[in-house]
């Protein structure tokens, strides 16, 4: 199928708008479980769930969205713009309001939070200079236990007789721990890259230049 580099109306880019309108939906939600309205104080023990599954649900669809433009060979330059964008909007907001809500420790978030920052800029970096360099099994099970470690936060109770409090904070630590790991293991292949990138252009311009001379 033939896809315009520049297309915008996509199914992956509407799951990932999709995914950009449930933050508010996370934030205002985990906010109400403090700060409940007078009317809406009957429901006020669901909002946490409510956050718990409308992150969980935001999660899903990023799976999904690259599943698709990977499947479907959909992969246009605002996608590829939006998705980690709207990954990392979801991950803050939610890391920032349970920070709020005294549910997660300040250190733990300022860690995930630089580390995106952190990562991000040395994303850009390798794309500059044209060097790829993919994410290690590391990152992805940082991801996977932030993505289960968030949302049972946002329940912060005993629920399906598990302490989501404790499994949530064990997981968050967890969480950090590969974050800080998978980043360093990151930049150390990154600079391996860059070296060799670098060694083999130097190389090409020594055989230039003495075919040159020839």
């Known amino acids: 199928m033939?896809?315009?580099?520049?297309?915008i109306d996509n199914l992956p880019n509407r799951l990932t708008f999709f995914?950009?309108?449930?933050i508010p939906v996370v934030v205002l939600t985990l906010y109400f479980t403090q700060v409940t309205p007078h009317f809406l104080l009957p429901y006020q023990s669901y909002f946490?769930?409510?956050?718990?599954?409308?992150?969980?649900?935001?999660?899903?669809?990023?799976?999904f969205d690259g599943h698709i433009a990977r499947k479907r060979n959909i992969v246009t330059v605002f996608g590829?713009?939006?998705?980690?964008?709207?990954d990392k909007f979801l991950v803050v907001s939610s890391l920032l309001m349970l920070l709020a809500l005294g549910r997660v420790h300040p250190i733990i978030v300022i860690v995930l939070v630089l580390r995106?920052?952190?990562?991000t800029s040395l994303r850009l970096l390798a794309l500059s200079e044209g060097v790829n360099v993919p994410v290690s099994s590391m990152g992805k099970w940082?991801?996977?236990?932030q993505m289960v470690a968030v949302p049972m936060l946002m329940i912060n109770e005993e629920f399906l007789k598990m302490d989501m409090h404790l499994i949530g904070t064990v997981l968050?630590?967890?969480?950090?721990?590969?974050?800080?790991?998978?980043?360093?293991?990151?930049?150390?292949?990154?600079?391996?890259?860059?070296?060799?990138?670098?060694?083999?252009?130097?190389?090409?311009k020594k055989e230039n230049k003495s075919m040159r001379n020839v």
Not at 116 to 119: G, K, S
């Open 48 to 63: 946490g769930h409510i956050a718990c599954w409308t992150f969980a649900l935001a999660s899903i669809t990023d799976f």
């Open 2 to 7: 033939e896809i315009n580099d520049l297309e």
């Open 172 to 204: 968050m630590y967890i969480s950090a721990f590969l974050s800080t790991y998978s980043a360093l293991q990151y930049s150390l292949s990154m600079i391996k890259k860059l070296r060799e990138d670098r060694a083999e252009k130097k190389r090409h």
């Open 142 to 145: 940082k991801t996977g236990t």
């Open 19 to 22: 995914r950009m309108l449930m």
């Open 116 to 119: 995106e920052m952190y990562m």
């Open 80 to 86: 590829s713009f939006l998705d980690p964008i709207a």
